[in-house]
Structures are given as structure tokens and as C-alpha cells.
């Protein structure tokens, strides 16, 4: 495996479901991150982990959990989630911890969530 | 709020021309740029970064910043089919404290025909 990688790539669940999305970087990158791509609105940054220590939560519902459990490794926990939850989640990883002027991030190829 | 405004398009060009992309950002601040091409259906893949005022060109991509009038820009020459996607700006600037964020703006949808 090369990149970022995320699994599930599509999930479906109703309000009282539980599950989990999982992200995995072969970068050697210390960054993580949490995207929510919904349509017609820019990509909105959800959560940021710089070696594995949680740094930034944009004000997002806590139905939404996130666990990094180490610097490769992401998790996105969901439990009674809404209709409007419904969208493309995205996961980056970037290689400086806290970023840089000019440090880069990379994108998975997402999990699209649908909440029924 | 920091903000990233990008035409929503669709911009629709023939093949063989050049396809103008622009953005305009809010915070002054910023100091790295960033275009991605996002397919549909897929997730975002960097094609061009820049950091310094002026050109930098990249193959058939060229990105352009003017810091001065907030306003960064992507050509893309001799454009192909291959190329109709979303192409997303990105702008990153200090987020508070010594961190820095990724500000997106919504992408403008690009449309080459054959």
C-alpha cells in the first residue's frame, strides 16, 4: 500500500447506527486529518492530530469522534448521526507537525457516508 | 473568517486552448498556495504549489500570485478531455498559535470538449 489509504470507500447506516471510518498513511507523515466534503461546499477541516495528539476541532457535533492512536493510523468514530451528516469524508496527512508555510498535504480517496 | 473565492464555473473550453482558473483570498497573511484537481467521484490530488510572487510553470500548468492584489491563479495550456475536473485553491495560513490551515475555496468545474 502507498499513500493514504481509508476504508471503508462507501457506508450506508441509519440514525442509531455505530461504525467506525479508518485512515492509514505510508508516508512517514506526522499530520493527520479529518475532511467533510459535502456538495456545492468547500472542503470543511473537521479535526487535525499532530503526532497523534489531537490539535484543532472545528467546532464539530460530538456524534462525530476521532481516535489516532498513532502518527499512521486515524479513526473517525459515528454514532447517531443525521441525514445532513451525509457526505464524502476525507482524510489527509501532511508531513510537518502543525503544518509550515509550505507543507503539503495529501488526500485519501475518501469514504462516501450515507445516513439514512 | 478566512475566506477562498473561486468562480464556480462551469468553465467550458475547447481542446487545444487554454483553460484560466482564478482565485481571490482573504487573509493577507497567507503565505502558500495550492491547486488540486478533484475528478468526480474522487478525492483531491495536488497538481501545483507556489509560495513566491510571479510564475511558476509545471509541465502544461502554469500557477500565477499576486500577493499584493490577493489573487492566485492556475492556466492550463494546450487543455484535454483528461483535464475536466474540479479544481480546487487552497490557501494556507496561520490557523492561531504557531499552526497553519488549508482554507478552500468550492473549486471551479472545468470542462474541456473534444
Known amino acids: 500500500e502507498t499513500g493514504v489509504t481509508q476504508t471503508p470507500r462507501h457506508l450506508v447506516m441509519g440514525m442509531t447506527n455505530k461504525k467506525s471510518l479508518k485512515c492509514e498513511q505510508h508516508?512517514?507523515?506526522?499530520?493527520m486529518y479529518w475532511y467533510k466534503q459535502s456538495a456545492k461546499k468547500p472542503l470543511e477541516l473537521m479535526f487535525v492530530?499532530?503526532?497523534?495528539?489531537?490539535?484543532e476541532n472545528n467546532s464539530v457535533p460530538s456524534r462525530f469522534s476521532p481516535e489516532c492512536p498513532n502518527s499512521s493510523h486515524l479513526f473517525l468514530h459515528l454514532h447517531t448521526l443525521q441525514p445532513e451528516d451525509s457526505a464524502l469524508y476525507l482524510c489527509?496527512?501532511?508531513?510537518?507537525?502543525?503544518?509550515?508555510?509550505?507543507?503539503?498535504?495529501?488526500f485519501g480517496p475518501g469514504t462516501r457516508l450515507t445516513v439514512l | 473568517q478566512k475566506e477562498v473565492e473561486q468562480n464556480s464555473g462551469p468553465l467550458s473550453v475547447p481542446e487545444g486552448a487554454i483553460a484560466s482558473l482564478n482565485c481571490t483570498y482573504s487573509?493577507?497573511?497567507?503565505?502558500?498556495f495550492f491547486w488540486y484537481r478533484q475528478y468526480s467521484g474522487k478525492s483531491p490530488e495536488l497538481i501545483m504549489s507556489?509560495?513566491?510572487?510571479g510564475d511558476k510553470e509545471d509541465g502544461r500548468f502554469t500557477a500565477q500570485l499576486n500577493k499584493a492584489s490577493q489573487y492566485v491563479s492556475l492556466l492550463i495550456r494546450d487543455s484535454q478531455p483528461s483535464d475536466s475536473a474540479t479544481y480546487l485553491c487552497?490557501?494556507?495560513?496561520?490557523?492561531?498559535?504557531?499552526?497553519?490551515?488549508?482554507?478552500f475555496g468550492k473549486g471551479t468545474l472545468l470542462t474541456v470538449n473534444p
Open positions: 489527509a496527512s501532511s508531513h510537518l507537525p502543525g503544518g509550515s508555510s509550505t507543507d503539503t498535504q495529501y
Open positions: 508516508l512517514g507523515h506526522n499530520a
Open positions: 492530530y499532530n503526532f497523534k495528539e489531537q490539535t
Open positions: 487573509d493577507r497573511g497567507s503565505q502558500s
Open positions: 507556489i509560495y513566491s510572487n
Open positions: 487552497a490557501v494556507n495560513g496561520r490557523s492561531g498559535g504557531s499552526n497553519y490551515k488549508l482554507t
